[in-house]
């Protein structure tokens, strides 16, 4: 499976887009595996550390007091902003979150955000209204469109057990309890793993993971 990225560009004052984040057949190589410790590095802030399985660290959020409760940065290992997690606005009946490349400007904040400030996804939160679907989580759409989604997020987030399946339900990324070499002692809640499929990007799977830990913590 392959995942390309969405970007735009401005040409003509248009707006003309380029590869969007879909997952295609094919693609080879091993699964990677990274733990996830949802604490920050930072003293005094709140967020999450995550580490490759050579002990690098990979990615990093660190909520410091005071800043907006709807937006979540993940920061790559030298603090740069790889994406913005922003909720929509809370009228909906629907928790709706949405994922911007970088770090995402107030322009965004605005009802027509501009072509350079579009999301990369809209996630919207399962409401079972009639115990149908009680396994889905969440749907991912690309860019603002609520209509057809291209990936759902099953299983239960508060017991770290969840995949992430396209629209052919092949699993492309997954949330697991970590477990301790010996004698099959568990880390707890705060520390799991996420693994991703070949060609998955992992900074966007990591983005699925704030959602959920917004959505359900």
Known sequence: MLFRRLRSRTVHHERQPEEE???????????????????????????????DSCGDLVYRVDNYIG???????????????VLTVRRRKKLRPVENWQVYEGEAGDACRTSRPSSQ??????VKKHL???????NVLAYVFL???????????EGSYPNRSCKVLDSSRRVVAEIK???????????????????????????FAMALILLLDKMFS
């Open 143 to 153: 860019g603002n469109s609520d209509k057809r989604y291209t990936y759902r997020i």
């Open 128 to 134: 079972n209204l009639l115990n149908a679907n009680q």
């Open 117 to 122: 400030n579009q999301p990369i996804c809209t």
């Open 67 to 81: 800043q907006r409760p709807g937006e979540v940065i993940l920061m790559d290992a030298s603090g740069k902003s």
């Open 21 to 51: 984040y879909i997952a295609t057949g094919g693609g080879g190589g091993e699964w990677r595996s990274m733990t996830v410790w949802r604490k920050s590095l930072v003293f005094s802030c709140t967020g999450f550390t995550v580490i």
């Open 177 to 203: 309890r970590k477990e301790a070499m010996n004698e099959g002692v568990s880390f707890g809640l705060e520390v799991f793993l996420l693994v991703v499929c070949p060609g998955f990007d992992s900074g």
